[in-house]
């Protein structure tokens, strides 16, 4: 997309003057024309890119300016206030920078004459196709504050388990990051003076276990970039792996599988997700199937997201939503029944809002058990640690004690 100014004048013959962006040329003169005007010159505008702009693109828009910039927006559309109104307000009070831009582009193309959800989807880094897919529902049935307002819900209750998960989190991370710096650092200094003192031994014999401790002395002060470098491309490796089609889906099946109830609050985060997300596209008037594929695409696990394939096909041959649920080890026995009874009824995106209040609350009681239990876990580990440690060095010193005796 390019930036092009143009100068025009409407049937009055009164001029207009302002920027567009669009592919080319000729879809600037399309859409000056469906406003109602004569196009007298158009020209591209040559943006020089500077260091600043090159730091703004690693910049991103957090969820919770997401959520207030969408709530606030569908309280003044709810209040009577045009879109475009709406719009230069937000962008006034926004304090994100990089939301700001986007939201200044969106407001443009409004102008230009493009509907809001076409707008937004010009930006699916910060609005993804579940955000657009409501946008564009509510535009077509009038009811865009409303949508709006259900958008927002959702990504608070999406931010509000994020937060909640990584709070929990933060602690065990903490002791961690500390108890690393505490390995390297008695790696790095205490080992170095305990080997000067083994090496006045005369070469005697060093236990095995000190061995191993002199051994990663040396490793981190005379190979560190070699320890570096490892780092980096192992960890490059991994990133690769996990984007491709095949790695994506060996390491979700991994995180189910992780020990100590993690794999389980990972299953249970994806299907209150899940929920969350198909209860919003449902009550919104997202059409089914659009709803199915949109659910499947944004669950955030490939596993759910076959499952929501395999849901499509049934209700394009007919069948229904819980029979596959019920075939797939994905979904536990109650979900599929609640979705089955939630179709019966006309009440789908109920039954699925109360899937997600029950695994919401299951996260938040898993959560709080994985970390009391990783907090003297960790502690344990980190005094092992230190105690092979300081015993690899302290046995040298015995031996020369049993020596001198």
């Known amino acids: 997309m390019a930036t092009y100014a143009f100068k025009a004048v409407d049937l009055a013959g009164v001029p207009a003057r302002g920027e567009l962006e669009a592919p080319d040329k000729q879809a600037v003169t399309?859409?000056?024309?469906?406003?109602?005007?004569?196009?007298?010159?158009?020209?591209?505008?040559?943006?020089?890119?500077?260091?600043?702009?090159?730091?703004?693109?690693?910049?991103?828009?957090?969820?919770?300016?997401l959520t207030v910039m969408t709530r606030q927006l569908a309280t003044m559309v709810a209040s009577g206030m045009s879109i475009l109104g709406a719009f230069h307000v937000l962008e006034e009070q926004t304090e994100n920078d990089k939301l700001k831009e986007i939201l200044v582009q969106v407001r443009s193309d409004i102008e230009a004459g493009i509907s809001l959800s076409d707008a937004l989807?010009?930006?699916?880094?910060?609005?993804?196709?579940?955000?657009?897919?409501?946008?564009?529902?509510?535009?077509?049935?009038?009811?865009?504050?409303?949508?709006?307002?259900?958008?927002?819900?959702?990504?608070?209750?999406?931010?509000?388990?994020?937060?909640?998960?990584?709070?929990?989190?933060?602690?065990?991370?903490?002791?961690?990051?500390?108890?690393?710096?505490?390995?390297?650092?008695?790696?790095?200094?205490?080992i170095p003076v305990f080997e000067d003192v083994f090496k006045q031994q005369n070469g005697a014999k060093l236990p095995f276990i000190t061995q191993i401790s002199v051994s990663a002395s040396h490793a981190l002060t005379q190979r560190w970039y070699l320890i570096i470098a490892g780092t980096v491309g192992m960890v490059f490796l991994v990133k690769k792996w996990k984007r491709s089609e095949m790695g994506t889906a060996q390491w979700d099946t991994i995180k189910l599988k992780i020990p100590a109830k993690i794999g389980d609050a990972i299953h249970k985060i994806a299907l209150a997700r899940w929920s969350r997300t198909f209860s919003g596209l449902v009550h919104a008037g997202v059409p089914i199937l659009q709803a199915i594929?949109?659910?499947?695409?944004?669950?955030?696990?490939?596993?759910?997201?076959?499952?929501?394939?395999?849901?499509?096909?049934?209700?394009?041959?007919?069948?229904?939503?819980a029979e596959p649920l019920r075939k797939n080890r994905m979904f536990p026995t109650m979900v599929a029944h609640m979705v089955g009874v939630g179709e019966e009824t006309g009440n789908l995106d109920g039954m699925l809002g109360k899937i997600a209040d029950f695994y919401e609350d299951e996260v938040a009681a898993v959560v709080k058990a994985l970390t009391s239990i990783l907090e003297p876990v960790m502690i344990i580990l980190v005094g092992a640690i230190v105690g092979f440690i300081v015993i690899s060095m302290y046995l040298p010193l015995f031996q020369v004690y049993d020596k001198i005796r």
Request: charged residues 25%; neutral net charge; without cysteine.
């Open 30 to 65: 399309d859409q000056l024309r469906q406003r109602g005007l004569i196009v007298l010159d158009i020209n591209e505008q040559k943006v020089a890119v500077s260091s600043q702009d090159l730091f703004d693109r690693f910049k991103k828009v957090s969820a919770r300016d």
């Open 121 to 190: 989807a010009k930006h699916p880094n910060v609005f993804n196709r579940l955000y657009v897919s409501m946008a564009r529902t509510g535009e077509m049935a009038g009811m865009l504050e409303e949508s709006l307002m259900r958008v927002a819900e959702l990504l608070e209750k999406q931010d509000s388990l994020r937060r909640q998960v990584r709070g929990a989190m933060a602690y065990p991370m903490m002791i961690g990051i500390f108890s690393l710096v505490v390995l390297l650092a008695l790696v790095a200094f205490l």
């Open 293 to 321: 594929e949109i659910t499947g695409a944004t669950a955030g696990n490939v596993h759910l997201e076959r499952a929501m394939d395999e849901v499509r096909d049934s209700v394009q041959k007919g069948g229904t939503i």
